[in-house]
Structures are given as C-alpha cells and as structure tokens.
C-alpha cells in the first residue's frame, strides 16, 4: 500500500500544502511549529477518520489570523492511495458546525467504522509515552485500533458494546433519581453478556499472538537481555461474567457507571516480569515502545495482507544514537514498505540514512 500525493485545505497551520511522495521513505522537515506533525496527523485522518493528537474535528479547521480567513468554514484532506495495483481517493471534510464526512472514490460512508482496516497506519509518536504513562483508557485504545485494523466484527461488537454501555450508565444515573426501570437494565445486561465473549476470546487470542512478535523486534531494537511481557487483565471471567456482572449492581448503583467489563479493561507493560512504568529506565522504556510499534506494523501486514503506511513523528531526538540508527534500520528494511518522517533537521536524517543505504525523499515546510 503506498499514499500517492496529499492534498491539505484550511487543515490546521496549513492554508493549502500539496504532496507527491514516493514508495519508499520520505522526510518532512522544518522548524518547530511549522506544522510536520500537522501532516503526519492528516494522513493518520485518511486511515482512521480522526487525529491521533486527539484534537476535534471543528478545532483542526485552520486557526485563522485575519477576519477573512475566519470565514472558512471546513478542511479538507485528500489522499490517493495505491493498493495492489488499484488506485484509490480519500477525502475527508469537517468544520464548523458540520458533522464529518468521509469519502473513498467519492462515495460517502454511511458508518464511518467500515473505513477502518482498509488502509491501514501505524504511528511512532511522542505521545506513545502515554501508553507507559497514563490510564488504562490509553492502552485499550492501543488495543482496541490494533485488532480492529484486521477484524471488522471485532470492531464492530466493539462499537455495540460502547453504545450499551452508554445507555447502561444513563439508566444507572436515572436509579439514582429513583427513575430507572430494573426491566431495562436486564435486558442491556443480557444483551452486553451476549457480546462478551466474543471481546474477551479475541483480546486473550491477539495477546498470544502478538507477543513473539513484539518480542522479536525489542531484542532487534534494543540489543538488551531483557525479556518484554504483555498482558491482558480483564475485570471478567468468562465463564463466571453473568454472576460477576450482577454481583456489581449495587456497586454500579452507587457509582452510577459499569465498572467491569471490557471498556474497564488493561493491558499490563512488562519488563522481566516487572511493570514497565515503576522498573525500567527511560532508555528501556522508548525501546519497549518502539518495538511495539514495529511489532504492529509487522503483525497488521500479516494479518490483512497489506503492508501499513508507517509514520515516524519527530522520534529521533527521543532515543540515543544507537537506537535511532537500530530504528531506521528496522522501519526502512524489507517488508516496510512506505515511510513518513519528520524531523527538525535535514542534515542530522541524512547521515544517518546515508549510513545504512537508504535513499528519501525530502520535504522542507
């Protein structure tokens, strides 16, 4: 799978940025605030339909810096993708007071969820920290994009869930005015029952086939001994989750919110079977999620039979030069296909590349 060209609109910092990039890898540089990353989130939006920086849809309209530029009204991003000898359009609007809109070969979905998975991405952020750092929310999300890149019913069951649950804790919060109906909250609970799982099975599966994977690419990485671990804490058990499910009502009651289930669920960071965020160095833990990425880059291509676009945003001042030569080598070997980078500085990219062999093409903002 290869991105072809991008073309921004009013997306952001950018007034209108056109790009034609080419199979390989491919370097956008400039100063700090010039808006690479900007770039890189845009493409991330013709994958997933969103920014991975978490912004909303109506604040990436471009900040304006006149009164006339204020009266835009929607961005625009449009993506041409090659895929197995078949070329096709992405677009992607939203603005102000408009709900988003995308479009493959100019057709609109109707469930933005049945874009997922067809051109898939991985991301290598500063952000990803939050993985180590932050909530379980973070990690499920992780989770949750990676298995629903390549298993539409997964995602699908996904989105269900996340809507029963919404519903359930509106009930949950009418108990509390004394307004909830017991009726209801057993039917949402048989039917959440009912797609769980299907959730857990395929959690516990990805987990033990990710694993050798990931372990793989941290000892490529890292060059270190350690033995990386992941693993997957679910607050039900499958067999027992009916009982345990209405052991939790009174809880729930008094909490006004489901507190089990899968969207309460974590995925645990190990390092020699120790947490990754209290026992490993800063070294050890930018290797573990650099490794994690290229293991889903690896495990996407396997498991769908196309070969992700992989974005490398501003990593390199992150990691020591060891790391970061061991980090091209990989993202840039065989079987990587296309790659996205961005950088402050020209000259610092080009030797390292020069030192492994590979040729970019390079952008300057």
Do not use: C
Not at 4 to 19: D, G, K, P, T, W
Not at 57 to 73: H, Q, T
Not at 75 to 84: D, P
């Amino acid at each position: 799978m290869v991105l072809q060209s991008l073309h921004l609109f009013q997306f952001r910092n950018h007034a209108e940025l056109n790009f034609r990039f080419q199979d390989g890898v491919n370097v956008i540089t400039g100063p700090n605030g010039a808006g690479k990353t900007n770039v890189l989130d845009a493409v991330y939006y013709l994958g997933f339909t969103k920014s991975f920086l978490n912004f909303p849809d109506g604040s990436s309209l471009r900040w304006s810096k006149s009164e006339e530029e204020s009266k835009v009204s929607a961005f625009l991003i449009e993506g041409r993708f090659q895929v197995q000898g078949q070329e096709s359009l992405v677009q992607v609007s939203a603005g102000r007071g408009q709900k988003k809109v995308v479009r493959y070969n100019k057709k609109p979905y109707e469930r933005l969820s049945d874009h997922i998975g067809r051109f898939p991405m991985v991301v290598i952020a500063p952000q990803d920290a939050t993985l180590v750092l932050g909530g379980s929310e973070d990690r499920r999300k992780f989770l949750d994009a990676l298995i629903g890149q390549y298993d539409a019913v997964y995602l699908q069951a996904l989105v269900q869930w996340n809507r029963l649950i919404s519903q359930r804790n509106a009930l949950l919060k009418q108990f509390a005015d004394r307004q909830g109906s017991l009726e209801t909250l057993d039917v949402l609970d048989d039917q959440l029952m009912l797609l769980l799982p299907g959730l857990l099975q395929k959690r516990v599966e990805f987990i033990a086939q990710f694993l050798p994977v990931f372990e793989d690419f941290y000892a490529r990485l890292s060059g270190e001994a350690e033995q990386p671990g992941l693993e997957y804490k679910a607050g039900l058990d499958i067999e027992q989750a009916s009982i345990q499910f209405r052991e939790a009502r009174q809880k729930d009651f008094l909490l006004q919110y489901t507190s089990l289930g899968p969207h309460r669920d974590d995925l645990l960071f190990l390092l020699d079977d120790h947490p990754l965020k209290r026992f490993a160095s800063q070294g050890q833990q930018k290797s573990y999620l650099a490794a994690l990425k290229l293991a889903e880059h690896q495990f996407l291509k396997e498991k769908n039979g196309r070969t992700p676009l992989l974005l490398l945003d501003d990593v390199f001042d992150k990691l020591d030069p060891f790391r970061v030569q061991r980090l091209l080598e990989l993202a840039t070997g065989t079987g990587f296909g296309q790659t996205l980078v961005t950088d402050t500085g020209e000259q610092k990219l080009q030797e390292v590349l020069q030192k492994i062999a590979i040729e970019a093409r390079f952008f300057e903002l």
